[in-house]
């Protein structure tokens, strides 16, 4: 059985070139990847991809174009989207990097790179992070935040804005 490819001007139509191979490093290879982290009977996050490899000198997977949806206590969730991501498929701690941002009900955040702690149910952004909410701007580094206990922490604040009074705003930076 022959392979069908593409005819490009100047390709000889007999020719048939072998299958594409994964690299000696990549074990496997995803494309639309949809994978649901299940705890103690409940659902704890939901993450897609556009497409992952298997780097198995590594034991991780790397995805591209990643969306993870963090269930937190009361079903309040935080959505969180990356360029690239992480994920330890035995401790399943997630990293993601590059234009990271993420949103819940009551904030948002954008920093270049974000981990969570499945254990702790802690997100961290060690580098700088800017956070929104309805009254509240802050620009920082080293944000922390407890899902668990709905906590949140910016270690250094370089800018904090609030509005006190008057109708509910959005800050933009």
């Known amino acids: 059985m022959g392979l069908i490819q593409p005819l490009w001007s100047g390709e000889d139509p007999g020719v048939s070139l072998p299958p594409p191979t994964i690299a000696p490093e990549k074990q496997a290879e995803m494309k639309a ?3 649901t ?5 409940e659902k704890r996050w939901i993450l897609t991809a556009v497409g992952a490899d298997y780097l198995k000198d590594q034991d991780t997977i790397q995805l591209r174009k990643v969306s993870v949806e963090i269930i937190g206590k009361d079903d309040d969730t ?3 989207t990356g360029n ?11 990293t993601l990097q ?3 941002r993420a949103e819940s009900r009551s904030y948002e955040f954008s920093t270049d790179l974000v981990r969570y702690d499945p ?9 700088e992070v800017k956070v929104q909410g309805p009254r509240i701007y802050v620009e920082g580094r080293g944000l922390s935040i407890d899902l668990q206990h709905k906590k949140l922490d910016v270690a250094e604040h370089i800018v904090t ?11 933009k930076p």
């Open 161 to 171: 804005r609030m509005q006190f009074s008057g109708n509910i705003w959005k800050f």
């Open 98 to 100: 590059g234009d990271v």
């Open 84 to 94: 690239i991501g992480f994920i330890n498929p035995k401790s399943r701690e997630l």
């Open 33 to 35: 990847v949809r994978l």
């Open 37 to 41: 982290e299940i705890q103690e009977g």
């Open 78 to 80: 935080i959505t969180i």
């Open 119 to 127: 254990k702790a149910r802690v997100l961290s952004a060690p580098g």
